[in-house]
Every structure is written in structure tokens, then in C-alpha cells.
């Protein structure tokens, strides 16, 4: 089991640690999701033709969320509807260690069969919000809600915020990222920006063949990005997309040490029969991939530096998910929880 962190080191969750003032780097905490392409492709693209292999890591995998559900899950799936994964990325160490860490990496995926269309909405780490259960602490940064609660706190706090329901979750750290890269043999990317970091460089527009540590220094770099955490952003979802799509034909995703390796970097509340379900029904969608984001305003409140998304830009990104998710139109949801 998960201790549950100090009081101080709470406040190091809300606060930034060392504050706004010192720009610190975080090698893990920056990375970029791959989850979906791990789930739809490293551990259930191939379940028909290697059903033990995949069905021994999603036992691995599978951790429930310890929340009710806001729809039933099972039957968003069985009806073959749009269906949402909040994708999370974790800064401390493997799954296994005792503090559980920030999860700094935020991405709602809405995965329409219908339209054949998969939403990928980043949400800003640094976030105002109210942490559901927590409310009293507000204002608290997103990214902290995974230190108070784990995965359901990190669930109902954007469904609080955002008024969208969130069907399942989906964790990975830095390992799990750079082991898929390699597997498949490295992705093809065109850097959106001209820069050098980690020791390499990456011109703009240049298509360059990436490894994974390689893949890993594009997306981490942040504090010389114009856009700042936005640039990152939509670096991370430009190299999910890449990855997807090298994936897709990759064999070596099938072996069963492979698929064992990965399924100890990640954690999900999806069953091997949920895996197989978004497999078979909804890969397709996986083809054609909308980026977007929520944009914040940075302020600093009480000594702490946030990152404030008006009503306004709330309001679009619930209409953009929700619209994504087949629901009618909605008011967005509360800054200060339930």
C-alpha cells in the first residue's frame, strides 16, 4: 500500500516545492504520456493472437480507481459509445514506491467510434482547482490531487471542475515511455521549435527519427519554450500521435517480456476485457487524433504561482469533451468543488 504523504510534503505539492522564483528541472515529472498507446496497442492490439501474454500484464496493470463511477462504465462499452481515459503521468520513481508523487501530466482522451475521432485535451498542471475530499485547502494546483488521493481523487477533481465524466484512468511513468519508444524502433517526429536540450538538438521543421531517450529531451524541455508548459504540451501530444502510429505494426510489442516490462510502469482501472473491448471496437478512432488544451493565465496567489483557466475557456474545453463524448451541452463545473 501507498503511504499517505506528510502535510509538508503537501504543501510542496501545492506550492512548487523551492516556489515560481527558481526554475528547477524535473527529468521524470516532465515526460510525456503514452498510455494510449501502450493500452490500445502494447498490451491489447495483439490480445487475439497472443491472448495469455497480454492477459498475464493486464493482471499487472489492472488497479482499481477506488471511486464510483459518475455512468456505467461497462455499459459505455458494451454499447459501443464514446467512451473518456484521463491520462496520467507520475514524477517519483516505479509504481511500487511509497509516496506517490505528483502527476504533472494531464491529458483527457475521448475516444469516439462513431467519429472515428480520439480528443486529446491537456489540462495545465499548475491549475487552480478545489481537490475533491480536500476542498478546505483550496487553492490547490491539479497536479497535487494524486498526492492527496491517488487516482479517484485525481478522477473527481477534474469532473468537479470540468463537469465531464471520466470512465477510467490510466498512469505511466518515465520507464514505461522510453522502453515503448525502443521497442518499436524509434518514432519520426518534426519538431514544432528550434532547440537544443540534453544534449541534443531539433531543428523545425526537420523530420528526425527519435529513440526514446532522445524522445524523452523533446519532451521535457520547458523553461525555453516561448509558450512555456504550453509548448511541452503540445509537444507531448505530438509525440503520442507518433507513437500510435509506428506502433500500430510494431511486432515486438507482442513479445511477452516486453509486455510484462511495460505493464510494471503503468497502472489503469481498465480490465483485460475492457482493453479488448476498446480494441476491437474502438482502434479505429485511434486514427484520427485532435489536439487541444486548456490555456490558463498565470497569477500568483499567496506566494504561489497558478495557473487560472477562466469560465470562459473552461466552458470550451467542457464543450469540446463532452461534445467528443456524445452528451448534450452542459455548464462547466465548480472552481471550488462540491
Do not use: C
Amino acid at each position: 500500500m501507498e503511504e499517505m504523504p506528510s502535510r509538508s510534503q503537501l504543501h510542496q505539492e501545492k506550492s512548487g516545492g523551492q516556489g515560481p522564483q527558481k526554475k528547477r528541472r524535473h527529468p521524470v515529472r516532465n515526460t510525456i504520456l503514452v498510455i494510449i498507446a501502450v493500452l490500445l496497442v502494447g498490451i491489447g492490439a495483439f490480445a487475439a493472437r497472443t491472448y495469455f501474454n497480454a492477459k498475464s500484464a493486464a493482471k499487472i496493470v489492472y488497479q482499481s480507481s477506488g471511486i464510483k463511477k459518475t455512468r456505467d462504465t461497462g455499459a459505455v462499452l458494451n454499447g459501443k459509445k464514446p467512451v473518456s481515459i484521463l491520462l496520467l503521468g507520475t514524477d517519483t520513481g516505479a509504481l511500487g514506491r511509497d509516496y506517490k508523487g505528483r502527476t504533472d501530466t494531464l491529458i483527457v482522451a475521448t475516444i469516439n467510434p462513431q467519429t472515428k475521432t480520439t480528443t486529446l485535451m491537456s489540462l495545465p498542471r499548475d491549475s487552480e482547482v478545489a481537490i475533491s475530499g480536500f476542498e478546505q485547502d483550496f487553492p490547490a494546483k491539479l497536479n497535487a490531487a494524486y498526492a492527496y488521493g491517488s487516482a479517484g481523487t485525481t478522477i473527481k477533481t477534474v469532473q468537479n471542475w470540468l463537469n465531464v465524466p471520466i470512465d477510467y484512468y490510466a498512469l505511466i511513468n518515465m520507464g514505461g515511455m522510453k522502453k515503448v519508444i525502443n521497442e518499436i524502433g524509434g518514432i519520426d517526429i518534426t519538431p514544432i521549435r528550434t532547440f537544443t536540450y540534453e544534449g541534443y538538438t531539433f531543428t523545425k521543421g526537420v523530420k528526425t527519427h527519435m529513440n526514446g531517450a532522445k524522445a524523452l529531451a523533446y519532451s521535457r524541455m520547458r523553461y525555453d519554450d516561448p509558450l512555456g508548459d504550453y509548448g511541452r504540451q503540445q509537444r507531448q501530444r505530438q509525440l503520442i500521435t507518433a507513437i500510435i502510429s509506428e506502433s500500430s505494426s510494431a511486432t515486438n510489442l507482442m513479445k511477452q517480456d516486453f509486455l510484462k516490462s511495460i505493464a510494471k510502469q503503468t497502472r489503469t482501472d481498465l480490465t483485460f476485457g475492457n482493453l479488448t473491448s476498446i480494441v476491437s471496437n474502438y482502434r479505429k478512432a485511434t486514427k484520427n487524433i485532435v489536439s487541444d488544451h486548456a490555456q490558463g493565465t498565470g497569477k500568483n496567489i499567496d506566494g504561489q504561482s497558478f495557473e487560472v483557466v477562466s469560465q470562459t475557456e473552461k466552458q470550451r474545453v467542457t464543450n469540446v469533451l463532452r461534445k467528443s463524448l456524445d452528451l448534450k451541452a452542459a455548464t462547466t463545473g465548480s472552481l471550488y468543488g462540491k
